[in-house]
């Protein structure tokens, strides 16, 4: 043995040699030369203290490509582009709403530049961050004023701590909901110092239940659009226009609408924010990004002394966005109020799209009809709104002689340029919903090189 050992080569390469590969340049300019070195230094540990390197030393390790494979698994957790073939088109993992590039390119100047965001022009004295986000939002909703924060979690939590701590709070038993990860409404609740007094049954809550929950220590009425799920059959929601009339004054109606609907006409079924104005909602918070179609944020409106209040809530300090939210919401607003096509949001230009996402199926069936087959295939608008709404759309399903549906949606999962696809029943369904015109070109080469590598 130790006559053998002496011949075998437990040389690893240096790690400045590494850096220089030709191989890893791309990785250096993607991911930072730090992170590499470290990604390096790791992998040759591992090699080091592998068993098959003190059997046989390096000779028997390809060194390089398990650095590179180290690198591209890290690579692959960099935040980039995909390209959503689930047909989910407000899709939690994928970024939720993607953001108009007109409006994008729109606010370059502002925020590579200087900016306004807390000076008055016209007098030159400090001025406030709103601009004109107030009159915007009045002018969508009927709203008296607005006021906007980092996400409509945020709203929910600044809404309660401000106006309800330590008081009573009616919430109906139907709508104490979790959205999305960790964000359930009686947790919020009590996280503000607030006491929830839960009202009617999972599928009936009346007007008469909240005005008969009313005590001297109620500050509050919260009622919560079920976002990501229906409840069906015998269920009954109460007139909110008569709760509103019903109320005593000092009693705040607030309404987590969830999506920000407003002038879009996706959907019939659902309630828009200025509804709720106008049947006499206190206050309203909706997500800047989710149906409205700007960046993720959190936008309350209602009444003036109300939103003061909220804006002067110390907790504000830690919520207030940034310029680069105020930028975006505000090119988007003034677009969707003149009803420019860059002013609706994904799920609006997506259902407006449909015909041509019909043509673009087809096309990929012809160009690839030995592995494509035409499908009908339900969209989701997803992202927890319009759970009631469905609709039709098109893509295709996948198969490829010998290959399983995980290996092929893995494939195209893979760098550049991730496709995600979803498997239903063991076929790859690959939906072009959600599919814009840059991505469709990806897509169709995508599949020409993994089709042709087959
Ligand atoms: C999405 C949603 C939220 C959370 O909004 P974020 O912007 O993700 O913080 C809260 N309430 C309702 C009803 C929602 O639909």
Redesign the pocket.
Known sequence: MTSLSSTINYRLPQIEKVLQLHELQFYINSLSRPIVTRLIQKELDSIRQSDEFKQQGCDAINVIERIVSRCSQTQYKKLQRVINATGTVIHTNLG?SPINAEIWDSVRGINIGYNNLELQISSGKRGGRKGIMGELLQALTGAEDAVIV???????YLILAELAKGKEVIVSRGEQ?Q??GG?RIPDILALTGAKMVEVGSTNITTADDYINAITPETALILM?????FTIQGFTEKPDIADVAKRLPAHIILAV????GLSNETLSQSEICIAQYIKWGADLV??????ILGGP???IICGRHALIALLEKNPMMRTFRPSRIIYSLLEALLIKKLNKANSGKGIAQRTIDDQQNIHDKAKRLVALFPQYLTLKSLPLVIG???LPNTQYVSTGVSIKCEGHCAEAISSALRQAPNPIITTIKNAEVLCHLAAVNDDDYLILQQKLQLYFQQL
Do not use: L, M, P
């Not at 996400?151 to 929910?156: D, G, I, L, P, R």
């Open positions: 939720r980092n996400n409509n979690a945020s709203s929910v909901i959205i999305g964000f919560v659009h079920q976002s990501n987590d609408q969830g999506s918070c909706f997500s800047g990004d989710k993720q944020s959190g992202g927890g709104t």
